[in-house]
């Protein structure tokens, strides 16, 4: 499919059990593995800037095929090419749309909406 300019891991995350000292950290396991996308950012809504209020970076993602299991709260990782501006970044994904065509038409296609993800800790 023509406009792919990246390639990406997709993690599921899941919460682990609680540790020795009672609290549960997040765990990401990869779903899948150098995805086929094209990533982008979408551009920030003019009135929001206007009114001087604090935006939130927002970014989408076409990926194929259309057939994976993707959901909200899993994460998106650019992992190709290695001179990407977001490269090995990873972004939470907030929204999935998919497409209208039949699941086995091979121009079946998600559309995704992320945002990116900082994490507090480092050692998480």
Known sequence: MAGLNVRAN??????MTD?????????????????????QASPVQQLLLQQGLETTD????TIIPGT????????????KPTDHHYYNQR????????SDFNPRNPNNYLMLTLIRRERAHSEQ
Do not use: K, N, P, W
Not at 10 to 15: D, G, L, S, V
């Open 91 to 98: 972004f939470r994904i907030v929204g999935v749309r998919y």
């Open 58 to 61: 927002t970014f989408t993602a």
């Open 10 to 15: 997709i993690f599921r995350m899941t919460t």
């Open 19 to 39: 540790d020795t000292v009672g609290g549960a950290m997040m765990s990401g396991t990869i779903a899948y593995y150098d995805v086929q996308a094209r990533f």
């Open 68 to 79: 994976l299991d993707i959901r909200e709260r899993d994460e998106f990782q650019l992992s």
